[in-house]
């Protein structure tokens, strides 16, 4: 049948089992738009304030359901606000497909109005970047874009469609979505290898990343760490891969790990790594990390391989396929000297923070209480990310949703709405810091317009609490912009946007507002007052071993 780029456009979505697109209008996308509007009844469509917001948004829809997610804009600043986003998605491996528009064909590289070349721009930060001429080539190209988005390592992908190809026919042809495909390149003597090194090794450790989440590996994770009576760390992205109360569990690893996991990697003689990149807020100094252990390393993403440390062993391939074909080669052991060590270390090392007063670690811990370790948490970047993945127990995967390996302030809200729509029936909660909410406090205008029932706890201290936590401890209490003390009422902005809106100021009020908040109806913001001071620990100095992770009381008055 003969169907205009824009019918297609429309057309490829629903093949591709897309109910949602998240986006922002535009001169050059009106074509699109108004196809959408035809099938609105079919795909939602979610206007952001904010492109930045959309992408954000198609990102924590994706993290949430394990789908493709999805946002459009318009040429030129269109397109050019959904880079962050797009940037954000790309160091965390979230599947999202973002199409955009540009000017006609005849009218590209004239430096036209809103012509931007959005392709060249994002190529970095996708996993590949098409720009479709023609509209021959338009159904294919977008059938493409999702099998790149979902197979292996997941990514972002870029589709850039000229106007004139959004207005063009030519003949199309329903086809059924391609399958993901999740590629292994081990070979049995791989394997063989690798069991030779868990069966050979009296102290090994887990050390468990993002891969775990993605390639739905969590009970071949536990199986392994069971049979061989291994501790397992995780790090932000493996959040809810281990159960959180499992014996064998040691939290954290990294800047703000926990000493146990820290110390426990930094003993251990086997380092087995799953799904991991070896980022450097987890390793520290690279030159003494695990220094005693061989190294295992178990990734899909081959580039990863031998690229931040160097690895004994290694297997490429998805995690889960691997975990199966290698549990059977392992023999079942325990390990009392060695998980004796690691429990020592717990009860030495346990994470702490002053029951006296409001702190962000109570409300976390109060939040949990309440929601029984159920919502799905996001976050925004700073001292609070790090409070929230340690003291909110994630029991299972893409529970905590949270920009990694960016680190990009502004994105929990976005990613709270995105959350929120993919799975209506959890609680969500985005928690973020006061400069945080201020970079894209706009998006509570979206989630009032749609009576999206999220939760936004801003953990206000008036400053941009990490970057002062380094000024106070590196920069001899300096403190250059990053004082937030002004006239901003966050309560008074949320309820202008629409939102029921409540200020927490007494540890006495955290769980009356938390529990009126979890039972309103629709948005709620919880202006959440602490010390500017408050301090995320344990902590890891730049270029230190994780080993010399150091809390509040092993500082001296003067760095306090």
């Given at each position: 049948m003969q169907l205009t780029g824009s019918e297609i456009v429309i057309e490829v979505l629903k093949e591709q089992g897309v109910d949602t697109v998240f986006g922002y209008p535009g001169g050059a996308i009106l074509n699109i738009y108004d196809e959408l509007y035809k099938h609105s009844g079919e795909i939602r469509h979610i206007l952001t304030s904010h492109e930045q917001g959309a992408a954000h948004a198609a990102d924590g829809y994706a993290r949430a359901t394990g789908r493709v997610g999805v946002c459009m804009a318009t040429s030129g600043p269109g397109a050019t606000n959904l880079?962050?986003?797009?940037?954000?998605?790309?160091?965390?491996?979230?599947?999202?497909?973002?199409?955009?528009?540009?000017?006609?064909?005849?009218?590209?590289?004239?430096?036209?109005?809103?012509?931007?070349?959005?392709?060249?721009?994002?190529?970095?930060?996708?996993?590949?970047?098409?720009?479709?001429?023609?509209?021959?080539?338009?159904?294919?190209?977008l059938r493409r874009a999702f099998a790149i988005a979902r197979d292996d390592r997941p990514g972002p992908v870029l589709v850039d469609i000229t106007k004139d190809a959004t207005a063009d026919k030519c003949n199309f042809k329903k086809e059924k979505p391609h399958e993901p495909v999740r590629t292994g390149h081990f070979?049995?003597?791989?394997?063989?290898?690798?069991?030779?090194?868990?069966?050979?090794?009296?102290?090994?450790?887990?050390?468990?990343?993002?891969?775990?989440?993605?390639?739905?590996?969590?009970?071949?994770?536990?199986?392994?760490?069971?049979?061989?009576?291994?501790?397992?760390?995780?790090?932000?992205?493996?959040?809810?891969?281990?159960?959180?109360?499992?014996?064998?569990?040691?939290?954290?690893?990294?800047?703000?790990?926990?000493?146990?996991?820290?110390?426990?990697?930094?003993?251990?003689?086997?380092?087995?790594?799953?799904?991991?990149?070896?980022?450097?807020?987890?390793?520290?100094?690279?030159?003494?990390?695990?220094?005693?252990?061989?190294?295992?390393?178990?990734?899909?993403?081959?580039?990863?391989?031998?690229?931040?440390?160097?690895?004994?062993?290694?297997?490429?391939?998805?995690?889960?396929?691997?975990?199966?074909?290698?549990?059977?080669?392992?023999?079942?052991?325990?390990?009392?000297?060695?998980?004796?060590?690691?429990?020592?270390?717990?009860?030495?090392?346990?994470?702490?923070?002053?029951?006296?007063?409001?702190?962000?670690?109570?409300?976390?811990?109060?939040?949990?209480?309440?929601?029984?370790?159920?919502?799905?948490?996001?976050?925004?970047?700073?001292?609070?990310?790090?409070?929230t993945a340690q003291y909110y127990h994630f029991l299972r995967p893409r529970q905590f949703i949270t920009s990694g390996g960016a680190g990009t302030m502004g994105y929990g809200l976005g990613a709270a709405i995105g959350a929120k729509v993919g799975v209506p029936e959890k609680t969500v909660v985005n928690i973020g810091g006061d400069g945080c909410f201020r970079m894209n406090m706009n998006e509570l205008a979206t989630a009032s317009r749609y009576n999206i029932k999220i939760i936004d706890i801003i953990i206000n201290n008036q400053v941009l609490g990490m970057v002062r936590q380094w000024q106070t401890l590196f920069y001899g209490k300096r403190y250059s912009q990053t004082v937030l003390t002004d006239k901003v009422d966050y309560v008074k902005v949320a309820e202008a946007l629409g939102c029921k809106a409540y200020r927490i100021t007494k540890r006495k009020d955290v769980k009356n507002v938390l529990k009126a908040a979890l039972e309103a109806e629709g948005p709620v913001v919880i202006d959440c007052v602490i010390d500017p001071d408050d301090s995320v620990f344990p902590m890891v100095s730049p270029g230190a071993s994780i080993a010399e992770a150091f809390d509040e009381e092993d500082l001296g008055p003067t760095e306090k």
């Open positions: 880079v962050t986003g797009i940037a954000t998605a790309y160091m965390d491996s979230v599947p999202l497909v973002a199409i955009t528009a540009n000017v006609a064909l005849p009218l590209l590289g004239k430096d036209t109005f809103q012509e931007v070349d959005i392709a060249g721009v994002t190529m970095p930060i996708t996993k590949h970047g098409f720009i479709v001429k023609d509209v021959n080539d338009l159904a294919g190209t070979l049995p003597e791989d394997l063989e290898d690798a069991a030779k090194l868990i069966n050979n090794s009296k102290r090994p450790f887990i050390y468990l990343g993002g891969g775990a989440v993605l390639s739905g590996a969590s009970a071949e994770v536990t199986a392994l760490a069971e049979k061989i009576d291994c501790p397992v760390c995780d790090t932000l992205m493996g959040k809810g891969a281990f159960d959180p109360w499992h014996p064998l569990y040691t939290g954290m690893i990294g800047m703000h790990g926990t000493k146990t996991s820290n110390l426990g990697v930094s003993s251990c003689d086997l380092l087995i790594a799953l799904g991991t990149r070896f980022s450097d807020r987890v390793t520290g100094n690279t030159k003494k990390f695990a220094s005693k252990a061989k190294i295992l390393h178990i990734d899909i993403d081959n580039a990863e391989i031998n690229k931040n440390i160097r690895s004994d062993r290694h297997i490429t391939g998805d995690l889960k396929a691997v975990l199966n074909a290698l549990l059977p080669r392992i023999a079942e052991r325990k390990n009392p000297e060695w998980l004796a060590k690691i429990n020592e270390w717990k009860k030495l090392y346990p994470l702490k923070y002053d029951k006296s007063k409001l702190t962000s670690q109570y409300v976390i811990e109060a939040l949990d209480e309440l929601t029984d370790s159920e919502a799905v948490i996001t976050t925004d970047v700073g001292q609070h990310q790090m409070w």
